[in-house]
């Protein structure tokens, strides 16, 4: 892979088609043959969670139950409708062969995109290592991610 | 205008407030000399849209009742409280002379700022090529929007 | 500090988890010795406001009530409830430790962050350079915002 022309991605958002959107450009960049590197940070962490519930205390408890379900359970920024959205949503890219969003994420990862988890994120929310997919790196902070960034030709915030 | 320099801006956004701040940022690089590019996508597309009704199947057809009306019809992120946000928003913008989302995309184009259609977001929501106002460049996917985020010297997800 | 190697952060949203980042990734870039400058505008602007009211007209008073209380009173981007979820957010930041609004933006300051206030955005809410806190720098627009953009290493736009 090529140096310092890579892409790095703050996947900040939790929301369906902006997690979509960051998954796209993440792959379109590795398939380039870039290193890229996505930082997931606040509600993007539900993106590289397993799915089962967390947290110990009544606010990891109260995040786990929103963040429960993982991948599949994200809905779109608008029109979610208590869940109409994300099925309409969903249905919309079947019927269009859209590639659903755990593929996406499956896809970045054999090409080679790093899943960065961010620490703070982790602590604050009580999510635990064993909550999150195998294939992430190891959790870091924000100076480890503007590394990344200061070695990238577009660093994006999403 | 100069190459290797320029600014790359993802309009995946349909609020007003954001699409507002894109094309502020566009005529700025592109007044100052600089290669300017603009990919809609998603929401964003919209902002290209001419406002007519579009799509064939239910969700295609539901996507162009929300997208109806095109760029004067966009309400902003924040306090849309039914259309009132956004009347709001332009009472407010025409007692500053501040310039309508409209004239801004027009001046946007006046000075070159290529824009650039998502081919995937115009499949998913059945967007055509007549659909969209004439000045945009040909559709093109991710592969393509990259290129220029490459050669960019600030790319922005909006 | 190193020049055309820094980090360039457009503050648009005023929503507390996304200034919170804002000001996080702001703060990383300038403890590693690179040039940060932050260009707040739209709803971003409260954040550097001293949080009394503002505006004359109508208009202007009501962005002034809703942007009463400044840093303090800026509520997270989902499940604000009514308030609840700045308040569940402030506990649950607290029970981990994790540095307040206020104070982050006070390390900002302190370790050289410039806080660059959007002219246009102050025109259309009526905020005059009395309401904002005393550290910011002269208002400026968008044209100086890409100028340190253009020598920056990477530009958010959060």
């Known amino acids: 892979m090529e140096k310092n022309d890579g892409v790095t991605i703050i996947v900040f958002s939790g929301d369906m088609d902006k997690v979509m959107a960051a998954f796209n450009i993440a792959i379109g ?9 996505m930082f997931f940070t606040f509600w993007g962490i539900k993106t590289i969670q397993k799915g089962n519930l967390t947290g110990q205390g009544l606010f990891g408890r109260m995040m786990g139950l929103l963040n429960r379900g993982g991948i599949n359970r994200i809905g779109p920024s608008r029109f979610n409708f208590g869940g109409i959205g994300r099925w309409m949503f969903k249905q919309m890219m079947k019927s269009h062969n859209i590639t659903p969003l755990e593929e996406l994420r ?14 703070m994120s982790m ?11 195998d294939e992430v790196e190891d959790s870091c902070g924000v100076a480890t991610m503007l590394e990344k960034a200061f070695h990238s030709k577009a660093t994006l915030f999403i």
Chains 1, 2, 3 share one sequence.
């Open 106 to 119: 499956q896809t970045a990862i054999d090409l080679g995109v790093k899943l960065l988890p961010c620490e």
């Open 29 to 37: 960049a590795a398939a380039a043959g870039k290193e890229t590197n």
């Open 123 to 133: 602590a604050v929310m009580e999510i635990k290592r064993e909550h999150l997919i």
